[in-house]
């Protein structure tokens, strides 16, 4: 391929899927990648790594195979509980198998730690011609959900699929457990009333979510990521992996089991609800189903008085506020925008981790982990009781949410009238939004980053939503747009998930006092791309293809020296990379990259493996750049994006100062998380001070802040907001590391800064009036604190040896707009 005209293929949602993984490869038993992987790896595996495509298979069932054991691990931490330790799993599935011919295994993907995440599917046998027809009718349902409603083959013949996700914190275990033991029930069941479940109903058991945190006893996964926060980032292999569960199963009920809380939390929950929802529908459904696992969980039998185990609870009856479904980050809230009707999370009730799995005996850990598993089991039976009584009513309202969104119809509001049978609801329960004609994520001038386009709309598609391509300009309610631009029309199926991911949101800090966790997260404001709305309009007449996968806009320019803009995470991964490959890299007085022409076959690989693009330039001159290597104390989700940029980091912290950290191999110190200025010991604090008069500090929140304050660095006053405040902000860029980024940020417990010295520079504010867009976001009793307090003060601060965020740029691993703010200042104090 010439490179004077260079188009590559890009990392798309479809073409990265890979083969199930087939047992005997040497793939299946991959252990340790994890968070000490190596940069490049990182940066790979985290803009595009593949996952299972459960659906592509033309077999019928049961899908059979023999997976090889994992090596026994005497360390792992539920041995301790009675319960089955990982290695115990594969050959438990083997002999499952072996019981008759309901039972299958596949493996739907790989964790962050090289483990195998096995996914079982119970239900009877089923000849391949039937596996098709089934296929068939579940897209119906999906793609043509009028057509479906009226199909008599979908309500006598299609199959309910129920999903129980199990064990997604590592250390809440039990769920798995009783996953096996309801799974042998089913496999070896005579009576007729489990006949009749298995021949209308598919049920599908994700084994352990999480294996990583399941040997290692804890509620993350290797990276450190907590894998109920990432479905909408979908950052680690073990969400994507669930994902594409919901995906390719579309299960119209679902239970996710966890733990712990005494007594048994059943959802649903308590306001806000989620306003993209068909909520009507949902509420419907799992209050009913919650109804019936609190009767099978009480019915158990055991009290308060002789076993410790407090009444079933259900937070939408029994609280207040304080446990929402409104961010889709959960797994129960992410799969309703698969058509899940009936979702749940569900709190099993006695505590056997952390501090009680280290201070109590084992003989009591045991009790406690033996109610569990009978909690679960009941809660999971209860669920296929109701599964099986509702069958006909429950995929006829999954076909009903596909059908609204199709049609454009309007949400109904919760009400006494639209969901009988549900006490209680009133005004408090109602969220609903006026969805958008369609988005545009314009080509072009108008485009922000081509490069971030990109992502997003793979991103999109690798979520199921329908996205389209301009083949010519046109023009849509008043505004023009280039050929290319990618247009999502909202009549669609996953309407829901489409809008949850690309509005704005909403500001709901009147709506309740407090939430259980993030408020505002929107991509079409965070994720680096223009996103447009387009209110109200006919698409009938713009030239439209759908499309699989993102055009690619990797490209390299046939001569001369090349320019690399570092406004997008993907441009600086490949800064990095030529930086670690030795190529002599200028920085231009604009922040970009200049690349010698004699680097430009590494140009190739790198437009090719990124999806960026190298233009010409005749800039001289620029500042040389070399390979930053940054000593981090920062959260897990901050140093997954580091390594996802490519750069070279090693984590530190106050115990590994103390312990005589040799600064002499790195550049920079980014500091948000685990280090406590006042917890060195003299020898740390007097190294730490001699680096950071020669080198720099880039601070972000109240650690950050903290260790400014304590080495003297910056001249500034920091102010905290309300602690539990989050969301999306408006803010102006003003400053050289700020420059391309886009106008809106991400806040959690946010900052800003005051009482300015000399030579401090404003590289960006929060924007005047109120600048939270969406989230949640109040000032504190006294009336300080809040996001009218913050607006016009400074948000990200810099000086000669520091650079400080009030803001969270690098959250969770999602903002990717926002991350080349900090690589910048990485850069910019450590050449």
Partial sequence: MATGSLLLTPQSATADRKPPVREGSGQENGQGSSAARNSASAALNALATPVTDLSASIAGYPREQVLTPDPENPADKSIKLGLTPYHAIAPKLNALQELG????????GESAGGHRLYLVTVTAPESSRETRAQDRMRELIENAPQAAAKDPAVKKTYKTPVFFNNNIHGNEWEGT?????????????????????????????????????????????ANGFDLNRDFITASQPEARAMRQIGIDKQPAVMVDLHGYVNGTLIEPTTPPHGENYEYDLFLKNTYANALGMESAVNGLGYTPAKDGVDPAQIPFRDQEEGWDDWPPIFTPQYAAFHGTVAAHTVEIPLQVNNAAYESLPVAELKRRSAINVDVAGAAMRATLNFAQEHRTSLIADQIEVFRRGVTGAAQVPVSAETVPGVPGIGPEDVYTTEFPRAYVIPAGATQRSA???????????ANDVRVSRATAGFRLAGRSYAKGSYVVDLRQAKRGMANVMLADGTDISDKVSVMYDISGWSLGRLWGATVTPVRSGSLSAVPLRTVAAATDVGYVAPRGDLRLRLDDPQEIAALNSLLRQGVSVRQAADGSAIVPGSARAKAVVLAREYDVAFDATKVTGGTPLRLTRVAAAVTPGELFALREMNFDVVPVSTAVLNAGFDWSGADVLFASSGLNHAGLNTAARVALGAFLNTHGLVGRGATGAALNAATGLLAVQPVAGDGDANGVVRVVNSGALTTGAPDHGFVYAPLWFTDLGPGVRVEQAYATGDPLVSGHW??????TAGPTAAAGQASVVSGPHAVLFGTEPLFRDHPKGEFPQVARALLSLSQ
């Fill in 101 to 108: 011919n309901r039972v299958s295994v596949e493996v739907a």
């Fill in 177 to 221: 457990d009783a996953a096996l033991g309801l799974i042998e029930q089913l496999a070896t069941a005579k009576d007729p009333k489990t006949a009749d479940l298995l021949a209308h109903s598919r049920l599908y058991f994700n084994i352990t979510a999480n294996p990583d945190g399941r040997i290692a006893g804890t509620r993350a996964n």
């Fill in 451 to 461: 490069t971030a386009a990109a992502r997003l709309v793979d991103h999109l598609l």
């Fill in 778 to 783: 109040r000032p504190l009793a006294d009336g």
